[in-house]
């Protein structure tokens, strides 16, 4: 039994028979070419759901992580901006806020 999109037809044609042992093989072969299609249209289908949510969830991630760092970065932009406004750029807090990762 040859394959079909990742569907590996002897596996097939091997359960077949271990399940229903008293068919002859001929149907097990008829039945394999069969199913092996359907089969395979549920691996496609479960695959592009698969691959559908995966890319929702690395969306959402990267939207919270993108959101995170704008805020981060407004809070440090504000920040720097007022002690430059006020002309404290020798307080103590300028240098930890200007070497900040974000």
């Known amino acids: 039994a040859a394959d079909v999109a990742g569907v590996d037809g002897q596996a097939v044609r091997d359960a077949l028979v271990e399940r229903f042992p008293e068919v002859p093989p001929e149907i097990h072969n008829e039945f394999c070419s069969h199913l092996q299609p359907m089969l395979a249209a549920m691996v496609a289908e479960a695959a592009t759901a698969l691959r559908s949510s995966l890319q929702s969830k ?17 809070a440090l932009a504000l920040g720097l ?3 430059e406004s006020t002309k404290m750029q020798d307080s103590p807090l300028y240098p930890k806020m200007q070497d900040s990762p974000l």
């Open 58 to 74: 690395q969306k959402a991630l990267f939207e919270t992580t993108e959101k995170f760092v704008q805020e981060r970065y407004e």
């Open 81 to 83: 901006r007022a002690l």
